[in-house]
């Protein structure tokens, strides 16, 4: 009698209801555990999106980088160890609460958590560095593949590797503890500084529905990497792009404050989850690639294509199959039929600048670069894919004679008056051809397997449907596939580049016209009318204005970028694609 009082009153009247519960579940365990779950969309509707309860005007303009701006983050330091303790233990990137003042406005209880992959591999507490794998960004924590490398050329999960022929973590450090920057320099980040990390600042996080000037999320960028100190290289690159037209990120530079820590100046960004999607006419649906997408078939199960492209908008109304058919049709069509459909899958035009903007800005990390770094748009109305360019901090990186037909180099590292180089010293780019590439630099990756074809691309690898394409020799790992990066579509091993579309669409004669005309037009708007250079001196007035400038280090940054677009402007300048009338 004693032992049954002890059992809630409740229990013991629905004890017969709570057994029957777990019959069921135990019947529905056994039976259904080997059943496969696919998604499945029963509606083709064109709409979707969050629902917005609170949006904070703010008093100024964040994005107006015309301005200096004023961003102060407080949070609880049991909070941040408890976020550090996750990202080292488990990989995972958490959100914790902290109040914001932007240019003046509060903003209380957003969530703020580390952002970034290749980066964050340098980030030591108490002197050590993780020794597990990175989240990645896109995938809402989601692991990378096992074994692949860094955008920033390291190895795998703790490894730090070696980063374009400069040394890791531990040299030379700069203010702060930036470590080495300028040029592919890699950033050596402190838990003790919370001030120079990357965050992601999420204004829902703990209040659903809010939004600041329309903006979800806002990124801090890093200091270092392909910018040096102050990240001018992506902030130049942001702004002639959105000069020209395209559809690009926002950007401003401003204080950054956290808790009392030193105040820095730091570059932030528009995060462009959604927001891409209201640049375009119509309706739409925006998708991301991720940083392990390979952009080939794998079957038709969407829940495959999960390390690959994540679904930005309409989700529940749309799903990822436009994209699936899209690596269907660019990994079987033969060559005929490429050129004959392409412009019945994807806005060739546009495709045709964005290739081009990628070279002319130096930018080897793009959708066939280490990172995977683009958007897809699919307009429901045309059916038709645009490719969307993002995360620049890698532009002006890589030799200033790279011409029109050539890739750029993993590891590359703009030096002033020398181009690129690597441990060997200075390195020459390949012949200009519409097959050639510069290819990765092996010290890029410790224990990497050596390129197996050199800088001219000369072997060639034949397809399941019959069609020879360049082989562009960047294998890491495995043998060689349609694409020749270790399997099909170019994407095959561990830190291997390439992608399928860009790679057949540049060896394409008949789109040779298209792109050509478009490089030419973008030199001639960007660099022979002095338009980059003019955008580096406003630049670096603005920042000049922002409390916490580093007046040295923007400096030199400043001077190492004009002299590589210089230097570019000069050496593309007599080259045929830019000579022919």
Same mark, same amino acid.
């Given at each position: 009698?004693?032992?049954?009082?002890?059992?809630?009153?409740?229990?013991?009247?629905?004890?017969?209801?709570?057994?029957?519960?777990?019959?069921?579940?135990?019947?529905?365990?056994?039976?259904?555990?080997?059943? &496969?779950?696919?998604?499945?969309?029963?509606?083709?509707?064109?709409?979707?999106?969050?629902?917005?309860?609170?949006?904070?005007?703010?008093?100024?303009?964040?994005?107006?980088?015309?301005?200096?701006?004023?961003?102060?983050?407080?949070?609880?330091?049991?909070?941040?160890?408890?976020?550090?303790?996750?990202?080292?233990?488990?990989?995972?990137?958490?959100?914790?609460?902290?109040?914001?003042?932007?240019?003046?406005?509060?903003?209380?209880?957003?969530?703020?958590?580390?952002?970034?992959?290749?980066?964050?591999?340098?980030?030591?507490?108490?002197?050590?560095?993780?020794?597990?794998?990175?989240?990645?960004? @896109?995938?809402?924590?989601?692991?990378?593949?096992?074994?692949?490398?860094?955008?920033?050329?390291?190895?795998?999960?703790?490894?730090?590797?070696?980063?374009?022929?400069?040394?890791?973590?531990?040299?030379?450090?700069?203010?702060?503890?930036?470590?080495?920057?300028?040029?592919?320099?890699?950033? *050596?980040?402190?838990?003790?500084?919370?001030?120079?990390?990357?965050?992601?600042?999420?204004? =829902?996080?703990?209040?659903? @529905? &809010?939004?600041?000037?329309?903006?979800?999320?806002?990124?801090?960028?890093?200091?270092?990497?392909?910018?040096?100190?102050?990240?001018?290289?992506?902030?130049?690159?942001?702004?002639?792009?959105?000069?020209?037209?395209?559809?690009?990120?926002?950007?401003?530079?401003?204080?950054?404050?956290?808790?009392?820590?030193?105040?820095?100046? &730091?570059?932030?960004?528009?995060?462009?989850?959604?927001?891409?999607?209201?640049?375009?006419?119509?309706?739409?649906?925006?998708?991301?690639?991720?940083?392990?997408?390979?952009?080939?078939?794998?079957?038709?199960?969407?829940?495959?294509?999960?390390?690959?492209?994540?679904?930005?908008?309409?989700?529940?109304?749309?799903?990822?199959?436009?994209?699936?058919?899209?690596?269907?049709?660019?990994?079987?069509?033969?060559?005929?039929?490429?050129?004959?459909?392409?412009?019945?899958?994807?806005?060739?035009?546009?495709?045709?600048?964005?290739?081009?903007?990628?070279?002319?800005?130096?930018?080897?990390?793009?959708?066939?670069?280490?990172?995977?770094?683009?958007?897809?748009?699919?307009?429901? @109305?045309?059916?038709?894919?645009?490719?969307?360019?993002?995360?620049?901090?890698?532009?002006?990186?890589?030799?200033?004679?790279?011409?029109?037909?050539?890739?750029? &180099?993993?590891?590359?590292?703009?030096?002033?008056?020398?181009?690129?180089?690597?441990?060997?010293?200075?390195?020459?780019?390949?012949?200009?051809?519409?097959?050639?590439?510069?290819?990765?630099?092996?010290?890029?990756?410790?224990?990497?397997?050596?390129?197996?074809?050199?800088? =001219?691309?000369?072997?060639?690898?034949?397809?399941?449907?019959?069609? *020879?394409?360049?082989?562009?020799?960047?294998?890491?790992?495995?043998?060689?596939?349609?694409?020749?990066?270790?399997?099909?579509?170019?994407?095959?091993?561990?830190?291997?580049? @390439?992608?399928?579309?860009?790679?057949?669409?540049?060896?394409?004669?008949?789109?040779?016209?298209?792109? /050509?005309?478009?490089?030419?037009?973008?030199?001639?708007?960007?660099?022979?009318?002095?338009?980059?250079?003019?955008?580096?001196?406003?630049?670096?007035?603005?920042?000049?204005?922002?409390?916490?400038?580093?007046?040295?280090?923007?400096?030199?940054?400043? /001077?190492?970028?004009? *002299?590589?677009?210089?230097?570019?402007?000069?050496?593309?300048?007599?080259? /045929?694609?830019?000579?022919?009338?």
């Amino acid at each position: 009698m004693r032992g049954k009082r002890r059992i809630p009153l409740r229990i013991r009247h629905y004890w017969k209801f709570l057994a029957s519960c777990l019959t069921l579940l135990l019947v529905l365990t056994v039976t259904l555990s080997t059943v &496969r779950i696919r998604p499945y969309v029963t509606s083709a509707s064109d709409t979707g999106g969050d629902v917005v309860t609170q949006n904070i005007a703010g008093t100024v303009d964040l994005f107006d980088e015309t301005v200096a701006h004023r961003i102060e983050l407080v949070f609880r330091d049991a909070d941040y160890e408890r976020m550090l303790d996750a990202f080292y233990d488990e990989g995972e990137k958490e959100y914790i609460e902290a109040d914001l003042v932007i240019d003046g406005t509060t903003v209380p209880s957003v969530g703020i958590r580390l952002k970034g992959n290749s980066t964050l591999r340098s980030l030591s507490r108490d002197g050590q560095t993780p020794q597990r794998g990175v989240g990645e960004d @896109g995938a809402d924590g989601q692991d990378r593949r096992a074994g692949q490398e860094t955008a920033a050329g390291q190895d795998g999960p703790g490894a730090q590797g070696r980063t374009g022929g400069q040394d890791g973590p531990g040299g030379q450090d700069g203010p702060g503890g930036q470590g080495r920057t300028g040029g592919f320099g890699q950033t *050596t980040l402190r838990a003790e500084e919370p001030e120079t990390l990357p965050w992601l600042i999420r204004f =829902d996080e703990y209040v659903d @529905g &809010r939004r600041y000037q329309g903006h979800r999320d806002i990124a801090v960028r890093v200091a270092g990497m392909g910018g040096g100190s102050t990240v001018l290289n992506e902030a130049v690159t942001l702004d002639l792009l959105a000069a020209a037209g395209e559809v690009t990120q926002e950007y401003a530079y401003t204080s950054f404050t956290v808790n009392d820590r030193p105040t820095t100046a &730091r570059l932030v960004v528009e995060h462009p989850d959604g927001n891409f999607a209201e640049d375009f006419d119509g309706s739409g649906v925006l998708y991301k690639s991720l940083a392990t997408s390979r952009f080939t078939d794998q079957g038709d199960d969407q829940t495959e294509y999960a390390d690959d492209f994540k679904q930005i908008t309409m989700k529940g109304s749309q799903d990822l199959q436009p994209v699936i058919d899209l690596i269907r049709w660019v990994e079987n069509a033969s060559d005929v039929e490429f050129d004959e459909q392409l412009a019945d899958h994807v806005d060739v035009a546009s495709f045709a600048r964005y290739a081009a903007w990628q070279n002319l800005l130096l930018n080897f990390d793009d959708m066939s670069g280490p990172g995977r770094n683009y958007y897809l748009w699919y307009d429901l @109305g045309t059916k038709r894919f645009t490719v969307i360019g993002w995360d620049y901090n890698l532009a002006f990186s890589g030799s200033a004679t790279q011409g029109p037909h050539e890739q750029g &180099r993993l590891g590359g590292a703009a030096v002033p008056g020398v181009g690129l180089r690597d441990d060997a010293g200075p390195a020459t780019a390949a012949p200009d051809s519409a097959t050639a590439e510069v290819t990765p630099d092996s010290a890029t990756a410790e224990g990497a397997a050596p390129d197996p074809v050199g800088a =001219d691309g000369g072997r060639q690898a034949e397809s399941p449907t019959g069609r *020879t394409r360049p082989d562009n020799g960047a294998v890491r790992g495995g043998d060689a596939g349609p694409g020749g990066n270790g399997g099909p579509g170019g994407n095959g091993g561990p830190g291997g580049s @390439g992608h399928q579309l860009k790679e057949r669409f540049l060896a394409s004669a008949k789109f040779k016209q298209v792109y /050509e005309d478009a490089y030419r037009a973008l030199y001639q708007q960007v660099f022979a009318d002095g338009t980059a250079l003019a955008a580096v001196d406003a630049i670096t007035e603005v920042l000049a204005t922002v409390d916490g400038y580093d007046a040295a280090a923007a400096g030199s940054d400043a /001077e190492r970028l004009r *002299t590589l677009i210089q230097q570019r402007t000069e050496s593309l300048a007599g080259n /045929e694609v830019i000579t022919q009338s």
